[in-house]
């Protein structure tokens, strides 16, 4: 697995038949999706990482099949402020949706505060670590929260070069 949520993406999305959705309104789910995780965090004082949502094969069928992954980064505010938006998301993404099945520190020597959930709506996952200074990683030098949200795999509309796509 190359990102944390790509455990999620699987979750609870395995034995789904994939729909045909075009590449860019599947980048457009998923910049929705991170709009509502962003809402959830509320910290709008904070700096937001720009890249948008990349495609990436699915290893079962990649010249037809894809999913798209958006991980991004809120920075640039206090730990605190960190800290309580984090607290935010968890607490919001049940009314939103979302069905968290993981929560706690991370295997990392940091111990990072992670939270996985799935949307129980569309196929979407998101891992969000709270990066930030504690006894086990020391001063952390950029405080962050990081979130990646990966889709379920996806099929391709006909005559799509998935190679192309980024």
Not at 133 to 149: D, L, Q, R, Y
Request: one cysteine or more.
């Amino acid at each position: 697995m190359d990102h944390p949520a790509d455990a999620a993406a699987t979750h609870e999305m395995t034995g789904a038949k994939p729909t045909v959705l075009d590449v860019d309104k599947a980048r457009e789910k998923a910049k929705a999706v991170s709009s509502q995780i962003y809402d959830l965090i509320d910290i709008p004082s904070a700096k937001v990482t720009e890249p948008g949502p990349s495609i990436v094969p699915c290893g079962q069928d990649p010249e037809h099949l894809y999913k798209t992954e958006h991980p991004w980064s809120v920075y640039g505010v206090p730990e605190d402020e960190l800290k309580a938006g984090f607290q935010r998301l968890r607490n919001g993404l049940p009314g939103k949706g979302w069905k968290t099945w993981r929560y706690g520190p991370t295997k990392s020597r940091a111990k990072a505060l992670e939270l996985t959930s799935d949307s129980t709506t569309e196929p979407f996952s998101v891992d969000a670590q709270l990066w930030v200074s504690s006894p086990t990683a020391g001063h952390e030098k950029e405080p962050m929260i990081v979130i990646t949200i990966v889709s379920g795999c996806r099929r391709a509309p006909e005559g799509t070069d998935l190679s192309t796509q980024y």
